[in-house]
């Protein structure tokens, strides 16, 4: 595939990519569908956005097979849903399409048929915005609970301890004496009840085993009773607080339902408040194993809106840590697969006494060794330290290399992990893609896109390193991709040591507030877990107008359900390890 | 010192036996018909024949009533309530029971139970073995009932796999 | 004063069973901590080194732990049933318990004219005796799982019976070798007979099939299902806490002693050295400390079976296994003519 050999990003941009040819193509076949069109996207008419989704999707030539992001921006006079979408065979910059809807109960049609991907994006912006989508299969809330109120995303929504629209806030001492932020809070209440909720008389509904079955086996034509087990959100292994709705029959799987939002803080309305450097820190929370990596995305949104680039140095120095930090990720998430197996922490243990020694290295660069806060507009914040580097190359040369082999040895030759992993969980190559599954979960389906190879950020056009792929994507597959990965993640360090050249890490002075022009921006990276995308509204102020984070492991889930069916319990808890979730990046 | 034993273990299963009717939680009457078993067992042992008790507590309690416990724990029928269900078998059983109380005590009082002595007495048993005389036993003359039941058994296991299979 | 010869038999044997009671308790405690060091040192951890610490062994570790467990609250979930859920822990340390009623541990000596056999009693159905009690257990896993009202711990429950009644099969059939051979069920004569000859060098496969069937009866992984903490949190003593859970975690402790000592006895001659060298209770204990360092070390190194590959292993390798290592026996002994 043409992803594969490094290519400079002015040939990859055919004009299939661009907006304004896509525009008069989609003219040519409805000829009232486009709104708008220039370089930034197209504005589709509501009406039609299922029908031309569903051109751009099945067109041969066009091929936009892949929905990368769903999100809206609450204008004062209209709501506007964005879809980025692309082909994944092409690369290349994602095309922007957009529909308008009135702020007054908003509807649009749901993109679910064409791309099954949009099903836990379009529920979270109905969810943040109270966009309706029609046709969704399932539309209810996914991070907030059912019975909560207003939609947090809107500009006109204030939230419990509201204190200003934007950071900077207000001094506390106006009145000559501190006023905490409740007294300010408009409600002055914490805690709101919707109107059909009865707080005092709320009684949990009874659970017990011994109900289990008769009742439903007569609908269902099965002869054997089914039970509803929810796994999580305490629990030992769903890595964090997310709660899965089992059904099961016997052992087997019938339905697996993820519920999320046990982590919401509503990182968006927080990014929203923040000024852009502000929100550096925050993006360390998402996925807090790689925050180097969540740094770089970000910091590559904003920086594509300010037009700058960082000076060589502070690049070299950024591939560093998100390489080091992808490595870290995977060694982690393997360890975390075998411990889903039953392997009692020993994988684990040992890819973490390695992840110890990387977490010195960004602590000596940082400061910290896990909430980074390493990148900054138009470089790093600091440089390295004196030998630095030179421990970053023992690592690569001699460490990680024996460590890697070993762990193979152990690991991928193990029989009972043959076993269990081959054939499990499996995640076929146009599902992958249909269900917006990023990363090592959709290479290991056999779909050779890496935005580091598709569309190039940062300078890593100029490194060789191959993408790895698997071939049945199974459980097996997605360890062994992983793996794959991270010989690549070696590879790339020892090119990026050899090269680093000294100087500048920082383009001009440092500053505390920086200037960002108006405009919108879609940036992303390939983080460990997949493409972590920002998009960014600005104003031209000092604070974001919208800020979203499409999250990986969030709409990696999306395809849960698909690999679980008709596996056993144990093997859905592995799947679910396979996919290397993190729930501060699921629920934000 | 036997004796006292003997009446422990016999009083341990009359109780038991009657938690196994009397009780209303299924639950608990199955685990008073695994003591009934454990202390029959320990009679079993008093009677020289550990053989036939260790095999007691492993098939029955151990296996069959297993699956007992199981399968009601899994169907979970409701907890008896008493009235309600089985109203006319009530005075039925009562009459049953009445009838075979009476035949148990004419039989006790009208016939002399032979009390002779078989060969194979506590010292013959600890000289060959117990499993030993068991297993002669089981082998020479009680091969045909012993097949039987074999067959039996195959018959049972293939209809299992039949039903199973259906599914 | 003189004692009647029956009161001095029951007194003897309260003694001997005090002692191995005492014995058990104590090994199960610091085989946790031994636990502890051996998967810390796998995983390049330290382990304990805090609680009263000498050259490098928290030798009072065991101690604290007790302490904690007792001090935990216990835990009642609401609508348990209170019966069954207290009844569980305690069956199963005591079926864990009665198993050593017919292991010997020692030849006999003899102390002032009066001999000391070093088992509690000598059943001649010793082995089926073990089987007998090895299958009672059942009751604590299946009664714990069900009174807890706890989907998890009816599932762990669920596994647990189905996965003991299947490996309890071929564990015994395993051991029929050695009954053959022996042609004895009480476990002194073939410990006696094991002197010079340890059985498992007749008997390599019945030995490997009983290995691994144990380590599938005492629930330890690869065969871990039952209380599996990836998928059922910890199966059937989710719901314990504080002494209960404990009771549970000691029967589990004192099994694995158990299947060790049968495992040493059945097939590596007990208390009897390697070619009769100086036997002694020391080889017993050194040999069960051999299987529970394996036990160890597997939990270490391996993940965990699937629940219908463990079915499927179980009676599609283990049991046909097992029957044609009977057979063979059963040739070679009419061919050698026995």
Redesign the interface.
């Known amino acids: 595939m043409a992803v594969n050999a490094p290519v400079a990003p002015a040939e990859l941009k055919s004009n299939l990519n661009d907006p304004l040819v896509i525009a008069e193509k989609i003219k040519a076949q409805y000829p009232t569908a486009v709104e708008a069109a220039n370089a930034q996207g197209i504005v589709v008419q509501g009406e039609q956005l299922l029908e031309v989704a569903r051109y751009l999707h099945d067109t041969p030539e066009l091929g936009f097979d892949y929905l990368h992001n769903v999100t809206s921006v609450d204008y004062p006079d209209r709501l506007e849903v964005v879809y980025h979408v692309s082909n994944l065979a092409r690369g290349g910059t994602p095309l922007t399409l957009k529909v308008n809807a009135a702020r007054q109960d908003p509807a649009v049609p749901s993109l679910v048929p064409v791309y099954r991907g949009a099903n836990f994006q379009e529920r979270e912006v109905y969810d943040m915005m109270g966009v309706r989508f029609l046709g969704h299969p399932n539309l209810r809330r996914i991070l907030l609970w059912d019975g909560f109120e207003g939609f947090p995303l809107r500009k006109d929504y204030k939230e419990p301890y509201y204190e200003d629209e934007r950071k900077p806030f207000g001094t506390r001492w106006d009145q000559g004496h501190h006023v905490i932020a409740e007294d300010r809070n408009p409600w002055h209440d914490n805690v709101k009840y919707p109107a059909s909720f009865d707080a005092v008389g709320y009684k949990p509904q009874r659970d017990t085993v011994r109900t289990v079955g008769a009742e439903d086996a007569v609908a269902t034509k099965l002869r054997t009773d089914k039970l509803v087990l929810n796994i999580g959100p305490q629990h030992p292994s769903t890595h964090g607080v997310l709660r899965l709705k089992v059904t099961l029959d016997g052992e087997t799987v019938v339905a697996a339902e993820p519920v999320l939002g046990y982590l919401h803080r509503n990182h968006e309305k927080i990014g929203e408040r923040n000024t852009y450097l502000q929100n550096i820190p925050f993006t360390d929370r998402l996925d807090y194993i790689t925050s180097m990596a969540n740094n770089l995305a970000y910091v590559v949104g904003v920086e594509k809106l300010m037009g700058i680039k960082a000076p060589e140095r502070a690049e070299y120095l950024r591939v560093i840590m998100a390489e080091l930090t992808r490595w870290i990720s995977h060694i982690a998430a393997i360890g975390f697969i075998y411990n889903d197996l039953g392997a009692f922490y020993t994988p684990l243990l040992y890819g973490l006494e390695e992840r110890e020694l990387v977490l010195d290295l960004f602590e000596a660069a940082s400061g910290s060794r896990m909430m980074c806060n390493y990148m900054r507009f138009g470089g790093v914040a600091r440089d390295v330290p004196e030998g630095f580097l030179d421990k970053v190359q023992y690592l690569v040369t001699e460490r990680f290399p024996r460590r890697m082999d070993e762990l193979e040895a152990y690991m991928v030759g193990n029989e009972l992990f043959t076993a269990r992993a081959r054939n499990i969980g499996i995640l076929p190559r146009d599902l992958a893609i249909n269900y917006s599954a990023a990363g090592p979960v959709l290479r290991a389906s056999g779909v050779k896109y890496d935005l580091r190879r598709a569309d190039p950020y940062s300078i890593y056009d100029r490194f060789e390193f191959d993408v790895p792929v698997g071939t049945v994507g199974d459980m097996h597959d997605r360890f062994t991709v992983r793996i794959a990965e991270m010989r690549e993640s070696v590879k790339i360090l020892k090119q990026a040591l050899a090269q680093i050249p000294a100087g500048e890490i920082m383009t001009g002075k440092k500053n505390y507030q920086i200037r960002v022009p108006k405009g919108e921006v879609y940036g992303r990276a390939e983080n460990p877990k997949g493409e972590l995308g920002f998009f960014m509204v600005s104003d031209g102020t000092p604070n974001p107008y919208r800020y979203h984070v499409r999250a990986p492991a969030f709409i990696n889930l999306t395809a849960l359900n698909e690999m679980v069916v008709g596996h056993k319990i144990a093997d859905l808890i592995v799947i679910l390890g396979s996919l290397d979730v993190v729930m501060g990046e699921v629920d934000r | 010192m036997e004796i006292i034993v003997f009446y422990l273990f016999a009083a341990i299963a009359v109780i038991a036996a009657l938690g196994v009717v009397g009780l209303r939680n299924p639950v608990y009457a199955a685990l008073c018909l695994a003591v009934v078993f454990v202390s029959f067992a320990g009679l079993y042992v008093l009677l020289s024949a550990p053989f036939i008790a260790v095999a007691q507590v492993m098939i029955y309690a151990g296996a069959i009533l297993i699956l007992f416990v199981f399968v009601i724990m899994l169907l979970s029928p409701p907890v008896d309530q008493g009235e309600g269900a089985l109203k006319w078998q009530k005075p039925l059983a009562l009459g049953f029971v009445g009838a075979l109380a009476v035949q148990l005590v004419l039989v006790l009082a009208l016939a002399v139970l032979p009390s002779a002595r078989g060969s194979l007495t506590p010292e013959v048993i600890a000289q060959r073995g117990d499993v030993q005389v068991v297993g002669a036993a089981l082998f020479s003359d009680y091969l045909l009932p012993f097949e039987m039941t074999s067959l039996l058994l195959l018959v049972a296991i293939v209809g299992v796999i039949v039903l199973a299979k259906k599914r | 004063m003189t004692l009647e010869p029956?009161l001095i038999t029951v007194i003897e044997a309260l003694i001997k069973v005090l002692v191995v009671i005492v014995v058990l308790l104590t090994g199960f405690a610091y085989l946790t901590l031994v636990e502890r060091y051996v998967?810390a040192k796998?995983?390049?951890?330290v382990g304990p080194n805090r609680v009263g610490a000498a050259g490098g062994i928290a030798w009072l570790q065991p101690i604290a732990d007790a302490v904690k467990m007792i001090m935990k609250e216990d835990f009642w979930p609401a609508?348990a049933?209170k019966?069954?859920y207290t009844l569980a822990p305690g069956i199963a340390v005591a079926t864990a318990l009665l198993a050593w009623a017919v292991i010997p541990l020692n030849p006999a000596i003899t102390v002032f004219g009066y001999t000391i056999n070093f088992y509690i009693a000598d059943?001649?159905?010793a082995l089926?005796?073990l089987?007998?009690?090895?299958?009672?257990g059942?009751?604590g896993i299946?009664?714990g799982g069900?009174g807890s009202?706890?989907?998890?711990?009816?599932?762990g429950?669920?596994?647990s019976?189905a996965q003991m009644?299947s490996y309890?099969i071929s564990l015994g059939l395993a051991l029929v070798g050695v009954l053959m051979i022996s042609g004895?069920?009480s476990l002194v004569k073939i410990v006696e007979q094991q002197s010079f000859w340890w059985f498992v060098f007749f008997q390599p496969v019945g030995f490997v099939i009983y290995f691994i069937a144990a380590v599938a009866e005492v629930n330890r992984?690869?065969f871990?299902?039952p209380e599996?903490?990836?998928?059922l949190?910890a199966g059937y003593q989710t719901e314990y806490s504080s002494l209960k859970f404990a009771l549970f975690y000691m029967a589990e402790y004192i099994n694995m002693i158990t299947v060790s000592a049968i495992a040493s006895t059945m097939f590596l001659g007990g208390y009897q050295g390697p070619f009769g060298i100086l036997p002694g209770a020391h080889w017993l204990i050194l040999k069960i400390l051999f299987f529970i360092f394996v036990m160890m070390w597997m939990?270490?190194?391996?993940?965990?079976?699937?629940?219908?590959?463990l079915m499927r292993f179980g009676w599609k390798v283990l049991l046909p296994l097992a029957l044609a290592n009977i057979f063979v026996t059963a040739v070679v002994l009419v061919l050698i003519g026995k």
């Open positions: 029956w998967v796998i995983q390049s951890r609508q049933d019966v069954t059943v001649n159905v089926l005796f089987l007998a009690v090895g299958s009672l059942i009751y299946v009664l069900w009202n706890n989907k998890y711990s009816m599932l429950a669920l596994r019976t009644i309890e004895s069920l992984l690869p871990d299902l599996a903490e990836t998928e949190v939990r270490g190194t391996l993940p965990r079976f699937r629940y219908d590959q």
